[in-house]
């Protein structure tokens, strides 16, 4: 299993307080992401990085900033959490392997409930 | 508008009875993954197929590419309840990123 963990695994929190999940890997993997998964909706990404302090946004990126400052760790921010930020969230790793394959890892997850 | 449409969304068979899940998409691409998702767990990756026309075999499961890259399937033989979970297409990458469909939920009955 690639080495990825996430914390913290469940959290609840309030409308309007901030909340950082973190993610940690092993791999020395170059890129990571953050999804988000709903019901319907299967995994969405919010924003991803291709190295240290480059990152960019996903598909739905409002109300989220993320930070990479070592190969390791990729933290993803909810400034002021809503409701509809109620969700469950995987990081993922990739080391692209060129010809247009890109094979991701995923961690175990951060359930996320907002009061 | 998911760029990947999976269906069925939901499955449920007997065991010993065989699936298809289908992953379909108005867009090429370079590489198609299947991933499965156990309840509580992230997804985890079982094959990658890159060439149209690509079919790979992972003991009862078999994956296929279709000639365009446009479209896969994925085909189960005689199912068992272990093979419960959601199955999930993903198609990329375009800039680092891959396009996951919604899943298919299956539900293999004892």
């Known amino acids: 299993d690639a080495g990825i963990t996430q914390s913290p695994r469940h959290k609840v929190t309030e409308t309007g307080t901030p909340v950082t999940l973190r993610c940690h890997q092993t791999?020395?993997?170059?890129?990571m992401y953050w999804y988000r998964q709903d019901p319907g909706h299967g995994l969405r990404l919010i924003h991803y990085s291709y190295g240290v302090k480059d990152t960019d946004k996903g598909e739905v990126s409002d109300g989220y900033s993320v930070s990479r400052s070592k190969t390791e760790d990729f933290l993803l921010t909810l400034e002021s959490a809503t409701s509809s930020q109620t969700s469950v969230y995987f990081c993922?790793?990739?080391?692209?392997?060129?010809?247009?394959?890109?094979?991701?890892?995923f961690g175990p997850g951060t359930r996320l409930t907002v009061l | 508008t998911q760029l990947l449409e999976q269906s069925p969304q939901f499955l449920s068979i007997q065991e010993g009875e065989n699936l298809t899940v289908y992953c379909n998409s108005s867009?090429?691409?370079?590489?198609l993954q299947w991933y499965r998702q156990e309840p509580g767990e992230g997804p985890v990756l079982l094959v990658t197929?890159?060439?149209?026309?690509e079919v790979k075999k992972l003991k009862r499961l078999t994956f296929q590419f279709g000639d365009a890259r446009k479209d896969s399937s994925l085909h189960i033989t005689a199912a068992q309840p272990g093979d419960t979970g959601l199955y999930l297409c993903a198609g990329g990458p375009n800039d680092y990123k891959l396009s996951f469909g919604a899943g298919t939920t299956v539900t293999v009955r004892a």
């Open positions: 197929v890159v060439t149209g026309g």
């Open positions: 791999e020395n993997h170059r890129y």
């Open positions: 993922a790793i990739s080391e692209s392997m060129g010809s247009g394959v890109d094979e991701q890892f």
């Open positions: 867009s090429v691409f370079s590489s």
